[in-house]
């Protein structure tokens, strides 16, 4: 069973970080219609993942390569990227990462 993956940085208040992983969803959404479309009707799954710092989402990124992928940039942050909506794909990847909003 596939899963949408949303990265986020641990180090957002758990309100800016829950905010960015929603954008982070939509824009997927936005960005890739039929692979989240194929997603929603064969699963429906979301894991909600998370990485220290914008350094460490910019490595995953880098990571993921060719995979259909979406990067969110907060224009109110100084166009931090602050979250990351990943393919279904991805899990091997993405391996290690902690769960996301698991300390707020």
């Known amino acids: 069973?596939?899963?949408?993956?949303?990265?986020?940085?641990?180090?957002?208040?758990?309100?800016?970080?829950?905010?960015?992983?929603?954008?982070?969803?939509?824009?997927?959404?936005?960005a890739h219609p039929e692979l989240v479309r194929a997603w929603h009707a064969d699963s429906n799954n979301v894991v909600l993942l998370e990485v220290a710092d914008e350094a460490a989402l910019?490595?995953?990124a880098a990571r993921l390569g060719d995979l259909p992928q979406v990067l969110v940039r907060e224009p109110d942050r100084g166009d931090e990227a602050t979250a990351l909506a990943v393919a279904p794909a991805a899990r091997p990847r993405l391996r290690g990462l902690p769960l996301a909003l698991r300390s707020a």
């Not at 990265?7 to 829950?18: F, H, K, M």
């Not at 960015?20 to 997927?28: D, F, G, L, N, Y």
Request: net charge negative; proline share 3%.
């Open 58 to 60: 910019l490595a995953v």
């Open 1 to 30: 069973m596939d899963k949408l993956y949303l990265i986020s940085r641990r180090d957002l208040a758990p309100g800016l970080e829950a905010a960015q992983i929603a954008h982070a969803a939509i824009e997927m959404a936005l």
